[in-house]
């Protein structure tokens, strides 16, 4: 190979399979591997060192299989500063651009390390005046300095969870599966959102429309009027069906207390989404006195914040709802900043969008009946998202019961 760089990893690197999957990913890329020091861990507990030295037949092949490997904590040795150049077009990045991942993230320029502003995968590394930070290639401007190639850029892995940790998460992260203690779970995600507002940071939720559909909106009610929800991120639909329940007691046409479609009932949802836009908005509707309960209901008394996003099969759609993507990606990532933990419950697009623009550092919980809803989320980049393969209605009341004090289903 005539093009090679010394790079090294450390960490869990044995059994966790990652050394694995980085010697894996050299060979799919084009390239080669020598492992030239490799030291294992002692005690159970111990970390390993891998120093390995990869090769290509050219530098472009190279800083690929670089960038590839990053993903999984992989750092060159040699400390050199990071190699910029300008954007030629707007939304467009140099071809050798640095593809992001969502780790923490420092580029050397000067001579000295600079911390990226905040971890976003699939994003380029844009310089200014001694500031790096990640760009969508949508957002980015021409001439403006762009990082190119692996050379000067590390990552840091977040933390590894200690499984034997009263308040850990790491007897969570093993296969996907709904044969877990479910209660246990939910105390631990309790206790961690009570560590997170003691703390000072903010909980983020990304819910879909079952939270409406199973009934347990009065739960996610009340743990907003508690503290625990600081911004929610959902679609057109969520907000919809649980306007529809404060004003008609339906969703979807179904009425919640009967489990059974009522007269007109399909027509509830978009009637309710025109009683909003005649009143303008649904902070516009509470302040009127037209809607008097539910989840939006409970987040602008709160005065909390929600961006809601909306796709092509939308109704109506509601007023606030983006339609455009672009402008509701830029929306949530505004709500980023402080952001110590996410729940995600019952929405898979919502959910490995968030997850997409969330730093690997932020704890998160996928809830879903489904498990491929956990799965695809893991697949595409955040690693670091934990599932839990149940009920929505049922996570969300025992999430209430432990949360505030005195809480119980409705009658």
Not at 59 to 76: A, C, E, F, K, S
Not at 392 to 401: K, M, P, Q, S, W
Request: proline residues 5%; contains cysteine.
């Amino acid at each position: 190979m005539k093009h090679t760089e010394t790079v090294e990893i450390t960490g869990h690197i044995m059994d966790s399979g990652v050394l694995a999957r980085v010697l894996d990913d050299v060979l799919e890329y084009g390239g080669d591997y020598k492992v030239d020091r490799l030291d294992l861990g002692r005690e159970h507990d111990d970390e390993s060192y891998a120093r390995i030295a990869v090769g290509a037949d050219d530098d472009d092949t190279l800083q690929r299989i670089l960038m590839r490997v990053q993903i999984h904590g992989v750092n060159p040795v040699d400390a050199t500063d990071a190699r910029l150049a300008p954007a030629p077009a707007d939304g467009v990045f140099p071809e050798d651009f640095y593809s992001t991942t969502n780790l923490d993230t420092m580029v050397r320029l000067d001579g000295s390390w600079t911390r990226v502003d905040r971890a976003e995968m699939d994003c380029g590394l844009v310089v200014a005046d001694g500031v790096v930070r990640t760009v969508p290639v949508s957002e980015v401007r021409a001439g403006e300095q762009v990082v190119c190639g692996a050379t000067g850029v590390r990552v840091e892995l977040p933390p590894a969870p200690d499984a034997h940790a009263d308040d850990a998460f790491g007897f969570m992260s093993s296969t996907v599966s709904s044969e877990k203690p479910q209660a246990l779970l939910v105390r631990q995600i309790a206790e961690r959102l009570r560590e997170v507002k003691r703390s000072g940071r903010k909980v983020l939720w990304v819910g879909g429309p079952a939270i409406v559909h199973t009934g347990a909106a009065p739960a996610m009610v009340a743990l907003v009027r508690a503290g625990f929800v600081d911004v929610l991120f959902a679609g057109n639909a969520l907000a919809t069906h649980d306007i529809e329940s404060a004003l008609y007691g339906t969703s979807l046409g179904v009425d919640l207390n009967r489990g059974a479609g009522v007269p007109h009932g399909h027509e509830h949802h978009i009637r309710a989404i025109n009683t909003i836009r005649r009143a303008g908005s649904i902070a516009g509707a509470v302040e009127q006195g037209v809607l008097t309960g539910g989840v939006m209901h409970a987040l602008v008394v709160a005065k909390k914040e929600f961006v809601l996003v909306g796709s092509v099969r939308d109704d109506g759609p509601l007023p606030g709802v983006h339609t455009d993507v672009l402008a509701g990606q830029r929306a949530m990532r505004e709500q980023l900043p402080e952001v110590g933990f996410c729940i995600m419950v019952a929405t898979m697009l919502h959910s490995i969008a968030t997850g997409n623009i969330l730093p690997a550092s932020v704890p998160l919980v996928c809830v879903d009946i489904n498990p491929a809803t956990v799965t695809k989320l893991a697949d595409r980049g955040s690693a670091q998202a934990v599932g839990i393969v149940t009920d929505t209605g049922l996570f969300l009341e025992e999430l209430a019961r432990e949360l505030v004090p005195g809480y119980s289903l409705p009658s």
